[in-house]
């Protein structure tokens, strides 16, 4: 092949190993599937040991590699023929290595980072190992390959923090922190037993955690005890998404209830379990005027009098309509953090939606058995790992 043509395949697959000359290219059917072949020598022209270019030829020894190809109707395979050679001056045997691929690997590492790239894309490992190529293990060694990218160290923490769980590997519950500003994750710990996230934290530096100056979290009555044992100038803010979530759950629980005393066929029934959504709705915001016919309860009422009749079934549920008794004592329990909740710009909604992301990688991957797995799934899908970062990545 001429030297024109051999230039033209390595600019096409992005080769500039300038040991690597292309001889041939052809079709090929393998096990039924139709390849595309590029074959190529690997020459060696100095010896790894002393560097002589006396060199005495010793054969070639063959290797399909599996390689990137932007059809994923007709794989790619080089078939490269490495050169072995016997230096006269040192006595040493050796075979010809390129970077387009590890040594003892039939995985180019081309191929290896069009895998990392896809992991950080909402899609199974099956998905990504049939588009390029390769086996379900080899999308698993890549994902295992990257995941000591994420050790943190333990002398710098935000000035705002973000504590919650979410259900993992074998409906476990696993704590999660972030960054409540930049909205990054600061760490992922297998289990929210208080032991373990005092020992955590415990291990950065004094100034590291006298740094931190808020952290927001739900009505966890233990997460408290971990601030104040950890960050001694950490305001604590409950988040006021999860007071309001408190304050409607208390009163759905009191409606049903109460709902439960009627029978079915009751207009009572029909008015606290139909239209549930108005109980929870901003009394201000409900239609007055307009009155409009219902098939539940057999009448056309606003929304405001299918409230207002609902709650004068029981003297108890109008008055938690008004004041819901538990949740307040709760609340004032918790006071100063409740406070804080109301006044601090900062709340869990990054991380809840981040929780939500979290769940769309479990559910796409029918579920994680492998903790490690699964958090470096995370991590690559949180864009932590740009395409642009190379090849260290698949360092093991």
Known sequence: MSSSTN?????????????????????????????????????????PFCGSIDLLHNGRYKTDIRYITANASFPVIIR??????????????SMAQTNLVKKYCFISNASKLKVLSALTEDRSMTS???EHNVSVNTVQRVLASCSHRFLDGFDHLPEHLAFDEFKGVDRQLHFICLDGEKHEVIQILRTRYKKTLLKYFGRFSLEARENVKTVTMDLNFYYQGIVRACFLNAKIVIDRFHMVQMLTRSFNSLRVKVMKQFKKNTRSYQLLKAPWKLYLKKYDDLE??????????????????????????????????????KTLITFRKNGQAILNGTTSIYSNGCLEGFNRK???????????????????????????????????????
């Open 128 to 130: 990504i190992a049939r």
């Open 80 to 93: 490269l023929f490495k050169q072995r050679v016997l230096c006269r001056d040192c006595n040493h045997r």
């Open 358 to 396: 979290i769940k769309q990688i479990e559910r796409t991957a029918y579920g994680y058995s492998n903790y490690i797995n699964l958090l470096t799934r995370i991590r690559l899908e949180e864009n932590k790992v740009k395409e642009k970062e190379p090849s260290n990545l698949l360092i093991a």
């Open 288 to 325: 007055k005027n307009h009155p409009r016919y219902n098939g539940h309860y057999k009448d056309s009422l606003t929304q405001e009098q299918v409230v207002n009749e609902g709650i004068s079934a029981n003297p108890v549920l109008s008055a938690s309509y008004e004041l819901m008794h």
């Open 7 to 47: 230039d033209c395949i390595k600019f096409m697959l992005d080769i500039k190993d300038k040991n690597i000359f292309f001889k041939d290219q052809y079709y090929k059917f393998i096990q039924g599937k139709k390849f595309k072949i590029f074959e190529a020598v690997l020459v060696q022209p100095a010896c």
